[in-house]
């Protein structure tokens, strides 16, 4: 028997047509799997596919629900406005209606009434300008100041590195 095997390994090494036939089988096992493959890639694509599908229908959906909320909306908005348009102004509470006075203010030690902060046309609010200047002056006209309106005392021009006269 063993003699037989050796005989028939060696016809089966050395024969064309057996060689032949061995890689067309191996050629057919690696198609079959790649057939299984891609058949299983598929089926998870169209899986994929499907799931995409519903989603975009329900955000379809809920997106259309909201503009025609949003649609109606929109017409009672502008029905009202026409309404109020078309009312005499009369009917509508004035906005400034229910407004607040003021209230007084007390010191509570003397109880007399604090005076109101001035809330004149100067820029930085209820602030007049230093010096008592102008509004628009940076320093006012600076009656008091040392040198005229210099900020920060000291001669305008003077410089401890040109002799401090002023002059260059």
């Not at 900020?151 to 002799?163: E, K």
Request: hydrophobic content about 35%; overall charge neutral; glycine content about 8%.
């Amino acid at each position: 028997m063993q003699l037989n095997n050796e005989k028939f390994v060696a016809v089966r090494e050395s024969s064309a047509v057996i060689s032949e036939r061995e890689t067309a089988l191996r050629n057919l096992d690696v198609a079959y799997s790649t057939f299984k493959a891609i058949r299983v890639h598929l089926n998870d694509a169209l899986r994929f596919y499907t799931d995409l599908d519903h989603a975009l229908r329900d955000l379809f959906d809920r997106t259309q629900s909201y503009v025609l909320a949003r649609k109606s909306e929109a017409r009672e908005l502008l029905s009202e406005f026409q309404v109020r348009a078309s009312a005499p102004a009369s009917s509508f509470p004035r906005p400034d209606a229910g407004a607040q006075q003021p209230v007084a203010r007390f010191d509570p030690m003397t109880g007399r009434p604090l005076q109101q902060p001035y809330s004149g046309d100067y820029p930085y609010g209820a602030m007049p300008p230093p010096y008592g200047g102008a509004p628009g002056a940076p320093y006012g006209n600076a009656p008091n100041a040392p040198y005229g309106s210099a900020p920060y005392g000291g001669a305008p021009n003077a410089s401890p590195y040109y002799g401090g006269n002023g002059r260059y």
